[in-house]
């Protein structure tokens, strides 16, 4: 498979104490995105996911290391990298109709009016927000400007779409129907997708892969997790699949020891992130041990 | 009955109230009685004194100018709709020039950290001058008492623009740029694309504070330069003794500067957003 989107060592550091000082968020940072996966991260607060998104976007640069898209290094925002904000970024004097035309217009520049609003009219579709399509962003719900959201940034085909705790403002009920939207149109677009997010489910329902990132200050991407479940998947029947609980409690074990451990051995200096992240698949762990035991 | 019956039924009782003590405490200005000598006629003891006039009397006076109001019989007999107009012409001549210097100023500085450090110390000086003060320096360069005025509007009508224009670019949401930005807008598109909408309900309330604060200057400016406008109107006729006509255009002045402020209130609901 080819490597998409790679980046390598990457570390971020932030002036403190008025400059005299620098805090490390994050170094050595390693991975791969292939074309059409999902990938996922999770970590606790502060660790400095938003800090790798901005940095994929080309909203913000890193202190050292290297993104490359495609082999080409990214120096700024383009529109090739979507980005679907936390708190929705629509410009709240413009129609969501408006809202995506001017996306698209930014994208396509020779596309001729008509056919920009019947792209726009087809993704607000895709959301189901059509018959909203002339209504301002204070006059919808969270959700449905969230979704207007996600349409936006889909309008203008990005190679990589880019996503910061997409759902992370919304009540779970929502949560889930769009959720279950998402799987839908990543399904049908094979769109390649990076995701921040606080939701091991969110993570585990969306994601070929999932990255582990450890406690910061100094975080690292300690673990790939391999999601090892075919897809369409549905919240409804991915609970049902074995690999589900193995995954999760993986997850859930590293997020609430695993990442503190980690650090705690990077700073005593009793492991080596040379290797960093390291791929796991849990499932296929447990078939093993069990073949083991068995034999 | 609903609280906005209520407020208008108190209205019109405090006018009335209003109206019946003014009638009270104010007098007529008659002296004397009938059988005057023809020394005091040849005085002028047979007109009336000089006085507060009573609402009544100021209505009157009112009714009669408004029904010419554009008669033009010299320099000191000008309709009260003549006076006003040279007035508001003054005001938005400078007011319009303000405009054009205070959005892109503002625009720089609230776009730019540098500019913004840069013109502060002299915003911040020049900003509390009473703008008649420049009177004098604006008479000796441009030679002529209107567009001394138009120029003393322009000062004093720069600031609140020039503050509120660059303070709404300032604060316009980051998250807002980054879509810009994400878009791969360039700086000319982002700014009208962008900041300009973010920022004009910011920058219609400096124009509103600006509008006010013209308003509240044409007429000492004319005070001092004379000539015409309302304010001429005003000081002349004081020197004229008339009081009635002073009242008068008090209320004219309130009236017109709530009438220009309600203009620029409804052209700001074109651009205004809720969050």
């Given at each position: 498979?080819?490597?998409?989107?790679?980046?390598?060592?990457?570390?971020?550091?932030?002036?403190?104490?008025?400059?005299?000082?620098?805090?490390?968020?994050?170094?050595?940072?390693?991975?791969?995105?292939?074309?059409?996966?999902?990938?996922?991260?999770?970590?606790?607060?502060?660790?400095?996911?938003?800090?790798?998104?901005?940095?994929?976007?080309?909203?913000?640069?890193?202190?050292?290391?290297?993104?490359?898209?495609?082999?080409?290094?990214?120096?700024?925002?383009?529109?090739?990298?979507?980005?679907?904000?936390?708190?929705?970024?629509?410009?709240?004097?413009?129609?969501?109709?408006?809202?995506?035309?001017?996306?698209?217009?930014?994208?396509?520049?020779?596309?001729?009016?008509?056919?920009?609003?019947?792209?726009?009219?087809?993704?607000?579709?895709m959301v189901g927000l059509?018959?909203?399509?002339?209504?301002?962003?204070?006059?919808?719900?969270?959700?449905?400007?969230?979704?207007?959201?996600?349409?936006?940034?889909?309008?203008?085909?990005?190679?990589?779409?880019?996503?910061?705790?997409p759902f992370g403002a919304?009540?779970?009920?929502?949560?889930?129907?769009?959720?279950?939207?998402?799987?839908?149109?990543?399904?049908?677009?094979?769109?390649?997708?990076?995701?921040?997010?606080?939701?091991?489910?969110?993570?585990?329902?969306?994601?070929?892969?999932?990255?582990?990132?450890?406690?910061?200050?100094?975080?690292?991407?300690?673990?790939?997790?391999?999601?090892?479940?075919?897809?369409?998947?549905?919240?409804?029947?991915?609970?049902?699949?074995?690999?589900?609980?193995?995954?999760?409690?993986?997850?859930?074990?590293?997020?609430?020891?695993?990442?503190?451990?980690?650090?705690?051995?990077?700073?005593?200096?009793?492991?080596?992130?040379?290797?960093?992240?390291?791929?796991?698949?849990?499932?296929?762990?447990?078939?093993?041990?069990?073949?083991?035991?068995?034999? | 009955?609903?609280?906005?019956?209520?407020?208008?039924?108190?209205?019109?009782?405090?006018?009335?109230?209003?109206?019946?003590?003014?009638?009270?405490?104010?007098?007529?200005?008659?002296?004397?009685?009938?059988?005057?000598?023809?020394?005091?006629?040849?005085?002028?003891?047979?007109?009336?004194?000089?006085?507060?006039?009573?609402?009544?009397?100021?209505?009157?006076?009112?009714?009669?100018?408004?029904?010419?109001?554009?008669?033009?019989?010299?320099?000191?007999?000008?309709?009260?709709?003549?006076?006003?107009?040279?007035?508001?012409?003054?005001?938005?001549?400078?007011?319009?020039?303000?405009?054009?210097?205070?959005?892109?100023?503002?625009?720089?500085?609230?776009?730019?950290?540098?500019?913004?450090?840069?013109?502060?110390?002299?915003?911040?000086?020049?900003?509390?001058?009473?703008?008649?003060?420049?009177?004098?320096?604006?008479?000796?360069?441009?030679?002529?008492?209107?567009?001394?005025?138009?120029?003393?509007?322009?000062?004093?009508?720069?600031?609140?623009?020039?503050?509120?224009?660059?303070?709404?670019?300032?604060?316009?949401?980051?998250?807002?740029?980054?879509?810009?930005?994400?878009?791969?807008?360039?700086?000319?598109?982002?700014?009208?694309?962008?900041?300009?909408?973010?920022?004009?309900?910011?920058?219609?309330?400096?124009?509103?504070?600006?509008?006010?604060?013209?308003?509240?200057?044409?007429?000492?400016?004319?005070?001092?330069?004379?000539?015409?406008?309302?304010?001429?109107?005003?000081?002349?006729?004081?020197n004229n003794l008339d009081?009635?006509?002073?009242?008068?255009?008090?209320?004219?002045?309130?009236?017109?500067?709530?009438?220009?402020?309600?203009?620029?209130?409804?052209?700001?609901?074109?651009?205004?957003?809720?969050?």
């Amino acid at each position: 498979m080819k490597q998409f989107l790679k980046v390598k060592d990457l570390v971020k550091k932030f002036p403190i104490n008025n400059g005299k000082e620098e805090l490390t968020v994050f170094k050595n940072i390693n991975f791969t995105i292939n074309k059409g996966e999902f990938v996922s991260i999770i970590g606790h607060s502060g660790c400095g996911k938003s800090t790798v998104l901005n940095n994929l976007a080309g909203l913000d640069m890193p202190t050292e290391g290297k993104i490359s898209m495609l082999d080409k290094p990214i120096t700024g925002p383009s529109l090739d990298r979507g980005v679907i904000f936390q708190n929705h970024s629509l410009l709240p004097w413009l129609s969501a109709f408006k809202n995506i035309t001017m996306a698209i217009h930014c994208k396509f520049k020779d596309m001729p009016k008509e056919k920009a609003e019947e792209r726009a009219i087809r993704f607000l579709e895709m959301v189901g927000l059509k018959d909203a399509m002339n209504k301002k962003p204070s006059e919808l719900s969270g959700g449905m400007k969230q979704r207007v959201g996600i349409a936006r940034a889909f309008s203008i085909a990005p190679s990589l779409l880019l996503m910061d705790e997409p759902f992370g403002a919304l009540d779970a009920l929502t949560r889930g129907k769009l959720q279950d939207q998402l799987v839908e149109i990543c399904d049908k677009t094979q769109q390649t997708t990076f995701m921040i997010t606080h939701d091991i489910d969110e993570a585990i329902l969306l994601s070929d892969k999932i990255l582990l990132m450890s406690n910061g200050p100094e975080a690292r991407v300690a673990k790939e997790i391999i999601v090892d479940i075919p897809k369409p998947r549905s919240r409804a029947s991915i609970i049902k699949h074995p690999a589900y609980y193995e995954v999760r409690n993986y997850l859930v074990d590293f997020l609430v020891e695993g990442s503190e451990t980690v650090r705690q051995k990077l700073l005593d200096g009793n492991l080596n992130d040379e290797s960093f992240p390291i791929q796991v698949n849990p499932y296929q762990e447990k078939i093993n041990s069990k073949k083991l035991q068995t034999a | 009955m609903t609280e906005k019956r209520k407020a208008i039924l108190l209205s019109i009782s405090l006018l009335i109230g209003f109206i019946i003590i003014g009638e009270l405490v104010t007098g007529n200005g008659k002296r004397g009685g009938e059988n005057l000598t023809e020394y005091q006629q040849l005085m002028g003891m047979g007109e009336p004194q000089a006085h507060v006039p009573g609402p009544l009397e100021v209505f009157k006076l009112g009714f009669k100018e408004l029904s010419h109001p554009f008669y033009d019989n010299g320099p000191n007999d000008k309709g009260i709709g003549t006076q006003l107009f040279y007035s508001i012409a003054r005001v938005l001549a400078g007011f319009s020039l303000a405009v054009l210097f205070a959005l892109p100023i503002g625009f720089l500085i609230g776009m730019s950290p540098l500019f913004y450090k840069a013109l502060q110390p002299y915003i911040q000086i020049l900003k509390p001058v009473s703008p008649l003060a420049w009177m004098p320096l604006a008479l000796f360069i441009i030679k002529d008492s209107i567009m001394s005025s138009v120029f003393v509007i322009f000062i004093c009508s720069i600031w609140p623009m020039l503050i509120n224009t660059a303070f709404g670019v300032m604060s316009v949401k980051k998250d807002w740029l980054n879509v810009g930005k994400t878009l791969e807008m360039g700086n000319f598109k982002t700014a009208f694309k962008v900041i300009l909408p973010a920022a004009l309900p910011t920058i219609f309330t400096g124009m509103r504070i600006s509008m006010g604060i013209s308003w509240l200057v044409i007429v000492a400016a004319e005070m001092l330069v004379g000539g015409t406008g309302i304010g001429y109107y005003v000081w002349n006729e004081w020197n004229n003794l008339d009081l009635s006509s002073v009242v008068f255009s008090i209320l004219m002045i309130g009236i017109v500067g709530m009438f220009l402020d309600t203009i620029i209130a409804y052209f700001s609901t074109f651009f205004v957003y809720q969050e």
